[in-house]
């Protein structure tokens, strides 16, 4: 109890002293699960309940991500508007892969430098109130896809590193084939059932009542996911990743749920798992080799994504835009910690490479959203508000805080 006393205290002044300081509060989370973890004060250790309610935060943060991804706007959108943002995607991956090749970069670095998160550009665009304009819809396009590409590379690098090369592969390969022609199928079947009874459905997401149907009932779809990924040999970030894109899919209404699922999310459990990352995080790992390391893959991930989205952004953006685009395309924070934790979790990353991951983590999440509000800036309406600034802030402090 003291220690879920210390983490939920953290969960308060954390946030509210990073806001002070200009940095996303999950980075202030995660410095100020260092201080309280073994290394500092030793008020909080890795292990029993607190281990516990940061697992479910981890799992609560990918359904979340996955329920982020608007499918309404890549259907308004059209093939030929997500045409820039494919390309743009790829085009990190493949950056990353060359860089890998050519540097000799472990998979687990080649990852983290492709890697394409959706939380933190929603969240510096919502204050920013830049979401709506045509620079936060190719942000937002690009990130939605690079994500979801992400986790799929996440999860076949998590089967690779368990089975290793031949039929053993294959088979783990086939197994998850079967869950994705499954989860196909029931998110078919759900979609079917959600058009017949149209009313029942929406009634239960938007429901206020003290039992909160449509918050249990997509906690209950997540982890259903995640029981079933988990039976098909698949890493467990998936099922909830997959479990949120389902619910975001078949719910064309989804903001009430998505507010109410946020809110417990955010209120709790993944500021433990960010505190917890801070509390594992060893800094004395961090010699002048982790360090430059760590330096060589935060200019790579810049190189990556600035490149695509140059080329390929679309030809209405100034070139001060498509800078923009990259720097906050290039701030991960989420998956880079996802990377770590599952690569710890398997035995492929190291102390020491865990500790430079979480730099890397720490420093695109302070550095590029701060390039990217002033360039993104009108240099016209300087020393004016964005327009819907306000409002936008409001909106997305919820989701701010965690990434």
């Known amino acids: 109890m003291i220690e879920l006393l210390v983490l939920v205290a953290v969960s308060v002044l954390a946030p509210l002293l990073a806001a002070r300081l200009r940095i996303p509060g999950a980075v202030g989370m995660i410095l100020a699960g260092v201080a309280v973890g073994p290394l500092a004060l030793g008020l909080v250790h890795d292990g029993g309940s607190a281990a516990f309610t940061a697992e479910l935060g981890f799992l609560i943060l990918m359904f979340i991500a996955g329920l982020e991804i608007d499918f309404e706007d890549l259907r308004i959108a059209g093939l030929r508007a997500l045409v820039s943002p494919l390309l743009t995607a790829l085009g990190a991956i493949a950056g990353a892969v060359g860089a890998g090749l050519v540097l000799h970069l472990s998979v687990a670095q080649t990852l983290v430098v492709s890697a394409t998160s959706l939380g933190m550009p929603i969240a510096v665009m919502q204050e920013s109130g830049?979401?709506?304009?045509?620079?936060?819809?190719?942000?937002?396009?690009?990130?939605?896809?690079?994500?979801?590409?992400?986790?799929?590379?996440?999860?076949?690098?998590?089967?690779?590193?368990?089975?290793?090369?031949?039929?053993?592969?294959?088979?783990?390969?086939?197994?998850?084939?079967?869950?994705?022609?499954?989860?196909?199928?029931?998110?078919?079947?759900?979609?079917?059932?959600?058009?017949?009874?149209?009313?029942?459905?929406?009634?239960?997401?938007?429901?206020?009542?003290?039992?909160?149907?449509?918050?249990?009932?997509?906690?209950?779809?997540?982890?259903?996911?995640?029981?079933?990924?988990?039976?098909?040999?698949?890493?467990?970030?998936?099922?909830?990743?997959?479990?949120?894109?389902?619910?975001?899919?078949?719910?064309?209404?989804?903001?009430?749920?998505?507010?109410?699922?946020?809110?417990?999310?955010?209120?709790?459990?993944?500021?433990?798992?960010?505190?917890?990352?801070?509390?594992?995080?060893?800094?004395?790992?961090?010699?002048?080799?982790?360090?430059?390391?760590?330096?060589?893959?935060?200019?790579?991930?810049?190189a990556v994504k600035l490149v695509p989205t140059l080329l390929f952004a679309p030809r209405a953006l100034s070139f001060r835009k498509r800078l923009a685009a990259g720097a906050l395309l290039s701030a991960p924070l989420t998956l880079v910690v996802a990377i770590g934790t599952v690569g710890h979790e398997i035995g492929v990353v190291d102390t020491r490479s865990l500790a430079s991951f979480v730099l890397v983590a720490?420093?695109?999440?302070?550095?590029?959203?701060?390039?990217?509000?002033?360039?993104?800036?009108?240099?016209?309406?300087?020393?004016?508000?964005?327009?819907?600034?306000?409002?936008?802030?409001?909106?997305?402090?919820?989701?701010?805080?965690?990434?």
């Open 130 to 302: 830049t979401l709506k304009t045509p620079l936060g819809k190719h942000v937002l396009l690009t990130a939605s896809i690079g994500e979801f590409l992400s986790i799929l590379a996440i999860t076949g690098w998590q089967i690779s590193s368990r089975v290793g090369p031949g039929l053993a592969l294959v088979r783990e390969v086939a197994q998850v084939l079967v869950a994705f022609f499954l989860a196909g199928m029931a998110i078919r079947w759900a979609r079917a059932l959600v058009w017949w009874y149209p009313r029942f459905f929406q009634r239960a997401a938007d429901d206020h009542a003290s039992a909160e149907i449509g918050v249990r009932t997509g906690l209950l779809i997540m982890f259903a996911f995640v029981v079933f990924m988990k039976l098909f040999g698949v890493e467990a970030i998936l099922g909830a990743f997959i479990a949120g894109a389902l619910v975001g899919f078949v719910l064309r209404d989804k903001v009430a749920l998505e507010h109410k699922v946020a809110a417990l999310g955010h209120g709790l459990f993944i500021p433990v798992f960010f505190t917890m990352v801070g509390i594992r995080f060893d800094p004395r790992a961090l010699d002048g080799a982790a360090i430059r390391t760590a330096a060589m893959l935060i200019g790579i991930t810049f």
């Open 362 to 403: 720490l420093v695109l999440s302070v550095v590029f959203p701060a390039v990217y509000r002033v360039l993104a800036r009108d240099p016209s309406a300087r020393g004016q508000a964005p327009n819907g600034g306000e409002l936008a802030s409001a909106k997305g402090t919820a989701r701010a805080s965690s990434h």
